[in-house]
């Protein structure tokens, strides 16, 4: 019981930064070896790309200190020696980019757009935001006032929609397909699983025909076969026309995307619903969609996510979105050959907002998540 | 008779695709009579009270709920569903409602009772069911015994005037099946019509008016319990007795 027992090393560290590195970085030795190639690339490329993008970069002057006007001003094509980006372009660029061709003395009009867009995603994006059902109600009345503000009515200019362009038309085309498909796909969805043949079978032919068709296809039908359905003398719009057809598009996904949620539940969810006496509607509001959605949103997200970045295609139709505005101007001679760094811009802006779309579902995930054990029956 | 039956099916057939579940069933339930329904699996009982309140619809023959037929009509099904609460052997909560929600949904939006109200009245049936402290945890957090209690008292809250348990214990573990029976028994003390699919044979004694035996879709035998268990008429019952008391 006396004797006395050798000290011995501490036990190696689990814990703390050195631990971490341990654990996870140089577990062993192919682990250290991918470490190392890991940190040499980065060594490789992060210093290059932070030069490129920011350190010898022309944002707007070059660097004689002269105001960039055009593609020979940039740093790099008077001296390759100081080749970074030149950003010039963008600088020169930025209110197409950002508003398209409309009109500079009605451009508040967008400013204010863009800021009650915000405001109306708010309540979606904080649920403890004070007073969140005066908000709600701003959401739900947002598109109607967007619609009157940018196109003109009472007393406001009409602003034709030729003169649309840059984000203002990705953000319409995206906020306007995903916010609008979303209802319609829910609807199509219970449609497709409706007791009642006529409806099913409308759904399924919808659905099927929309999917199976290319959404370019879609977008030249809303163009040219569209007007051909309508009354005579009533003219729709261009951005109307191809609203419809991404709306369209996106709603046959989205379905589908949602019957997949409908599948998950339990028949034993139905007859619960149906032994409370509650009606069809109800108890699809109620219990069944909340349940399914819930377990859809990764891949509602998704789907939303491709839709945002499909309004791209509408440059075939003529629309100029935020990819066409960049076409455009690296067709302009004076800032030929700046393809990187417009790219790089519009890659970059439809990146935050896919990013921000993604990081919302995982939060709402993680929220809707708490307390609720979907898997107990 | 037939003028006190609360529910009266008479010559019941239904059949899935080509096999015959239920063949020529009469049943007549009597107001605040307690029926114990039994048989082997398969033989048509939870069938059979699934058809009370139209979760499965019979193709032959009539069925009456408080007077009430069960036809095609919506507005009949949906009057005959405010009558019958049912507590299924899965409870089938609603996962993402809370304990009180779930109790509190369909008085809101089926009786258009205010809020307030309904939450009180939920209260007061989470008394009943002996839980009132789970009202705002979530059902994936309670025990399954829990869980039953809270179906029943969902059920219960919709004030129905007669009660369907289809296995209401048949997927509890054991030590919690006593929980769920004694509410069920405070139920049919309290006057309460109901009819049970159970093999809770110790339940069936002490609560039941009348015994029911299915096999093969039929009703084979109908007797009061003491008869039932233990002067038996069919070779069936006896047999599934021996079976299902030598356990």
């Not at chain 1, 109307?240 to 709306?247: M, Y």
């Not at chain 1, 779309?357 to 995982?362: A, E, I, P, W």
């Not at chain 2, 369907?164 to 309290?190: H, R």
């Not at chain 2, 019952?237 to 030598?246: A, D, G, P, V």
Request: proline share 5%.
């Amino acid at each position: 019981m006396n004797e006395k027992i050798e000290s011995r090393k501490p036990p190696v560290a689990t814990t703390g930064i050195i631990g971490w590195l341990r654990i996870n970085l140089f577990f062993n030795w192919t682990n250290s070896l991918i470490t190392i190639f890991v940190i040499y690339c980065l060594y490789q490329f992060v210093p290059w790309i932070l030069d490129w993008t920011v350190f010898s970069a022309d944002f707007k002057y070059n660097y004689l200190g002269q105001q960039i006007t055009n593609q020979e001003m940039c740093s790099r094509n008077l001296d390759p020696k100081n080749g970074g980006a030149c950003w010039a372009v963008i600088y020169v660029r930025f209110y197409q980019f950002i508003y398209g061709f409309y009109p500079r003395e009605e451009v508040w009009r967008v400013n204010i757009s863009y800021v009650m867009l915000a405001i109306a995603l708010l309540p979606l994006l904080i649920t403890k935001l004070p007073y969140r059902k005066i908000f709600l109600n701003f959401t739900y009345i947002f598109p109607i006032i967007a619609y009157f503000l940018l196109n003109g009515g009472f007393g406001l200019p009409d602003i034709s929609t030729n003169k649309w362009g840059g984000l203002l038309v990705t953000l319409v085309l995206g906020c306007t397909g995903i916010a609008l498909a979303f209802p319609i796909g829910v609807l199509l969805a219970l449609g497709r699983r409706s007791n009642l043949p006529v409806i099913s079978m409308m759904c399924v032919l919808f659905i099927e025909f929309i999917r199976g068709v290319p959404l370019i296809t879609l977008l030249f039908f809303g163009m040219v076969m569209l007007p051909l359905f309508l009354p005579e003398g009533i003219d729709m719009d261009g951005l109307v026309r191809v609203l419809v057809a991404v709306t369209l598009f996106q709603s046959a996904y989205m379905a589908e995307v949602i019957r997949g949620g409908l599948q998950a539940i339990p028949t034993g969810q139905y007859e619960a619903a149906r032994s409370l006496g509650m009606s069809y509607w109800r108890m699809n509001f109620q219990i069944i969609l909340p349940q399914a959605i819930r377990i859809s949103i990764p891949p509602i997200v998704n789907t939303s996510i491709g839709l945002f970045k499909d309004t791209t295609l509408v440059i075939i139709v003529g629309l100029l979105d935020l990819l066409g505005i960049g076409r455009g101007t690296l067709a302009d001679t004076n800032w030929l050959g700046l393809s990187y760094e417009i790219y790089f811009f519009v890659s970059l802006v439809f990146f935050i907002f896919t990013f921000g779309m993604s990081r919302y579902s995982l939060y709402l995930e993680k929220k809707l998540k708490t307390g609720i054990n979907m898997g107990a029956d | 008779m037939s003028e006190e039956s609360i529910i009266s099916l008479k010559n019941v057939n239904k059949w899935f695709g080509d096999f015959h579940v239920l063949q020529d069933v009469n049943l007549e339930v009597k107001k605040k009579e307690r029926i114990v329904v039994c048989g082997p699996s398969g033989s048509g009982k939870s069938t059979m009270i699934r058809c009370i309140n139209r979760l499965e619809e019979h193709q032959e023959g009539s069925i009456i709920v408080d007077g009430i037929e069960l036809t095609g009509n919506l507005k009949n099904i949906d009057n005959v569903r405010k009558e019958v609460g049912m507590v299924f052997q899965q409870f089938n909560l609603f996962p993402h409602l809370s304990v009180k929600e779930n109790i509190t949904l369909a008085p809101i939006w089926v009786k258009k009772m205010p809020k307030a109200e309904a939450e009180e009245l939920a209260m007061r049936q989470l008394e009943i069911v002996k839980i009132p402290e789970q009202a705002n945890k979530y059902p994936g957090q309670l025990s399954g015994g829990q869980q039953q209690r809270v179906a029943i008292a969902r059920s219960l809250a919709m004030n129905p005037n007669i009660m369907l348990f289809d296995e209401p214990t048949s997927a509890l573990d054991p030590e919690m099946i006593k929980e769920v029976l004694d509410v069920m028994v405070d139920l049919a003390n309290g006057g309460m019509t109901m009819i049970v699919v159970t093999h809770e044979m110790g339940f069936a004694k002490t609560v039941a008016d009348r015994m029911v035996f299915m096999d093969e879709g039929k009703i084979v035998e109908e007797a009061s319990p003491d008869k039932f268990f233990n002067n038996p008429e069919s070779d069936r019952t006896k047999l599934f007795l021996s079976q299902i008391l030598h356990q």
